[in-house]
């Protein structure tokens, strides 16, 4: 598996994260202590040795399983927890939000069932849009410099929150912002809009979770059959199994045969296409074997092309106006002559063809 840097930030991680939601045995999508480190291992002997999980995850059985299973080799792996989502049960009222306070004693709390000194990368789960986003930057920068995270980034979150809170690193001199964690696939790409762009603007890595929406890109559903009870699909309502959704899985379905690999891999390629580390999950580790093929597939200009159309998507006001003739808008009567930009895919340059 190749390896990639995260951000800005110098730290090298696998080219797929593994996400270990299924982690624990308290929801019925949920995979046994055996299942979960039998998977584990799988990704670790693939090179793997990026993981994600968060503090609410099976009520921290995610954590405490990690904990136990990395003990031998901490650090070899790069390690994500999340906060501002309660354990449930906690009873307590300021044990969620994305304040100085529930960043406190969750990060202590994920320490103590992790059984580690640090955290690689440690984000805000979900924004609150309560507290100022200095007051979590600066709370994130004190954790840094005490050594319990090395890193600090934002998952699920408005563009314009990290826009501020980079804005503050580079004013107050505070910890940078090194990732984002967002839903991306070819079912959902409106992070095309302000995330994507701001994240180069300012080399900030984006991990993606639900690469394969929920399963729809697997293939699975596209037989005629719906989902069934006790999937993450049906508890987490994820993107709905519509008539567009099912024509992007079919469509992914036809060219992934016409390659000689699975939908999933070529939704998964898709995304490190971007340079955006897709997370994967399983509960069986046949399932997260073949997942991993994803790592070697590198796909032409063409199929990606092709995957664009079949997934493209309304990007709204203002975007809209730049898929336009700019010199019509400009009023330089054709002088500017429209060029893509692969870095900004959703964005639209040009050059200038003369004076005006």
Not at 43 to 70: P, Q, R, W
């Amino acid at each position: 598996m190749d390896y990639v840097i995260l951000g800005k930030s110098g730290l090298r991680v696998s080219s797929l994260c593994l996400g270990t939601m299924t982690f624990g045995s308290s929801e019925p999508w949920g995979a046994s202590r055996q299942q979960s480190q039998a998977i584990l291992e799988a990704y670790a002997a693939a090179g793997g040795n990026f993981i994600d999980t968060a503090n609410m995850y099976s009520g921290g059985e995610s954590e405490k399983l990690i904990g136990e299973f990395v003990a031998g080799d901490r650090e070899r792996f790069v390690i994500a927890t999340k906060y501002s989502n309660a354990v449930p049960g906690t009873g307590n009222a300021n044990a969620a939000g994305s304040h100085r306070k529930s960043l406190v004693q969750s990060l202590d709390a994920s320490l103590k069932r992790l059984g580690l000194e640090y955290i690689d990368l440690y984000m805000v789960h979900f924004w609150d849009f309560t507290t100022p986003v200095e007051e979590v930057l600066r709370a994130l920068d004190d954790a840094v410099r005490a050594g319990k995270i090395l890193h600090a980034g934002f998952s699920d979150v408005p563009a314009w929150v990290v826009a501020r809170a980079q804005a503050f690193h580079e004013l107050r001199g505070l910890c940078p912002v090194t990732c984002m964690q967002l839903e991306y696939s070819l079912v959902e790409r409106s992070i095309e809009r302000e995330h994507i762009p701001l994240a180069r603007d300012n080399g900030i890595a984006i991990t993606a979770w639900s690469p394969i929406a929920g399963g729809i890109l697997s293939g699975k559903y596209t037989g005629g059959q719906g989902p069934d009870g006790g999937k993450r699909m049906d508890s987490m309502q994820l993107q709905p199994l519509d008539e567009r959704n099912s024509a992007i899985a079919r469509g992914v379905g036809a060219i992934a045969s016409r390659l000689g690999i699975t939908s999933a891999q070529l939704a998964l390629a898709w995304i490190q296409h971007r340079n955006i580390i897709p997370i994967i999950g399983a509960t069986r580790v046949e399932q997260l074997k073949q997942n991993l093929g994803a790592a070697d597939i590198r796909l032409d200009d063409t199929v990606v092309s092709e995957l664009d159309h079949l997934s493209a998507f309304d990007m709204g006001h203002p975007y809209k106006l730049y898929d336009w003739d700019m010199s019509m808008l400009l009023g330089y009567g054709g002088m500017f002559e429209r060029i893509d930009n692969p870095d900004y895919p959703v964005c639209k340059r040009w050059r200038s063809g003369g004076n005006p």
